[in-house]
């Protein structure tokens, strides 16, 4: 997974690569996400809440799962389910999808700020200079075996490639994404962006 809390490229494929679409469903997941946790807990301190606090808990759900939110969605599913069946640790599964809104926030906010940054400088990068792919490839082939063997320096390698990777046919969230996770040392994370990114840059032969 490319970050601790989303799949970026997995959402990107759900939203037929239509990045634009997607994260205005993220900017629209930021806009209300703390709502659903605090009205759940009020909700369930009122005898006829526990409905409603399950509809709630669905809606998160469908929303984590539209955006490849894959932790929020395993803890919004255990809530919906503790809920139905009334079960002695809903307080328990509810502080774990407290934690995991919070967690998805942080990541999805991070997120579209790379986006944002990233986007503004392939702009300025792309009215300059053209992508170099022959450059590009040895240095992503370099990069990838740093992050396969979890070398703390593939980070430093990133960013010297960076401003190339930025003119390259990509979409911002993929570069974002991949610099999340090596900012996280998350190098499995970091592979399978990599590994997705050469592919859509028909690089995949340097696997």
Do not use: C
């Not at 994404?177 to 032969?205: K, S, W």
């Amino acid at each position: 997974m490319p970050t601790k809390t989303l799949h970026i490229q997995r959402a990107l494929e759900r939203f037929n690569g239509n990045q634009g679409l997607l994260l205005n469903v993220m900017r629209e997941f930021l806009h209300d996400h703390i709502p659903p946790a605090q009205a759940i807990r009020e909700l369930l301190t009122q005898p006829d809440g526990s409905t409603a606090a399950q509809a709630m808990a669905h809606r998160v759900r469908g929303i984590a799962g539209n955006i490849s939110a894959h932790v929020l969605f395993d803890d919004a599913s255990a809530l919906e389910k503790a809920l139905i069946s009334q079960a002695d640790d809903v307080e328990e599964k509810l502080s774990r999808f407290e934690n995991a809104l919070e967690r998805t926030a942080q990541e999805i906010t991070k997120l579209l700020h790379l986006a944002k940054e990233q986007g503004s400088s392939s702009e300025r990068r792309t009215a300059e200079a053209e992508w170099d792919a022959d450059q590009a490839a040895p240095e992503l082939q370099a990069l990838r075996e740093l992050i396969i063997g979890r070398r703390f320096d593939a980070e430093a390698a990133f960013a010297k490639l960076k401003p190339n990777l930025l003119g390259a046919p990509l979409a911002p969230e993929q570069t974002a994404a991949l610099e999340i996770a090596l900012d996280r040392l998350d190098y499995d994370g970091a592979l399978a962006e990599l590994d997705a990114i050469l592919q859509n840059l028909d690089l995949e032969g340097m696997h």
